[in-house]
């Protein structure tokens, strides 16, 4: 079956270091694979994505991501967390295999993220 | 861009009640999306349209909702005889047409929340 793992609920980490927030999934072929982060009582607001191409995805907020074929994962890394970057974070996938004309996300249960002073 | 915008932004109605929402896409877009979240959970898809016309429907749509994009603009989504269970945040999307470089990504209002007592 396909899915989206976000495998930790909640990730802590002091101001100023780097942070990681996990993401992997189960699907056949090759998938779309795109970050958001929901801040509270807001919608999801778009971070970055993968299409094809460079393995490695530069987004918003200096915010990046590699997909990792082999791991079948798409971790959000920052090099430097900001207090403001406590959020709410998802990760989602669009199947292709769901039919050419499928354009329908599945998300992640997601992570949130705190980012610690 | 304008955001897509969704009204109303909360509501609270009876067990048994019918509700209506309304989204409007960013106006350069011509595919809207509707998703339901939950509490402690990533979105789930609904619906999808093109256009007017609903290409895909989740089998999360009971026969209760119903959604309708009559002029290819803003969309509407009926929830009939309410129950607690639908007691979620209903989020819409919407997203560029074919050709656009952006035309995977899809840009999410901010919600309507709904509580059914």
């Known amino acids: 079956a396909q899915s989206v793992a976000q495998p930790e609920d909640q990730v802590n980490v002091a101001e100023g270091n780097p942070l990681t927030v996990k993401c992997t999934y189960s699907?056949?072929?090759?998938?779309?694979l795109f970050w958001y982060v929901q801040y509270p009582n807001r919608g999801l607001q778009f971070l970055l994505k993968?299409?094809?191409?460079?393995?490695l995805v530069k987004g918003s907020y200096g915010f990046e991501a590699e997909f990792n074929k082999s791991q079948t994962s798409f971790h959000l890394k920052k090099p430097s967390a900001l207090v403001s970057d406590s959020a709410l974070y998802f990760c989602?996938?669009?199947?292709?295999?769901?039919?050419?004309?499928?354009?329908?996300?599945?998300f992640g249960k997601g992570t949130k993220l705190s980012v610690i002073p | 861009d304008t955001g897509v915008s969704q009204d109303p932004r909360h509501k609270i109605t009876k067990r048994g009640q019918n509700v209506t929402f309304r989204c409007d896409p960013i106006?350069?877009?011509?595919?809207l999306y509707w998703y339901r979240q939950t509490l402690g959970q990533g979105p789930e898809f609904l619906t999808y349209?093109?256009?007017?016309?609903?290409?895909?429907k989740s089998r999360l749509l009971s026969d209760r909702f119903s959604a309708e994009r009559p002029k290819g603009s803003f969309s509407t989504l009926e929830i009939q005889r309410t129950e607690q269970g639908d007691s979620a945040m209903y989020l819409c999307?919407?997203?560029?047409?074919?050709?656009?470089?952006?035309?995977?990504?899809?840009?999410f209002g901010p919600g309507t929340r709904l509580t059914v007592l």
């Open positions: 999307a919407s997203s560029f047409p074919s050709g656009s470089p952006r035309t995977d990504t899809q840009y």
């Open positions: 699907v056949s072929g090759n998938p779309y």
């Open positions: 993968y299409i094809t191409g460079d393995n």
């Open positions: 989602a996938v669009r199947f292709l295999d769901s039919g050419a004309g499928s354009y329908q996300l599945t």
């Open positions: 106006s350069e877009h011509n595919r």
């Open positions: 349209f093109q256009n007017e016309a609903q290409l895909e």
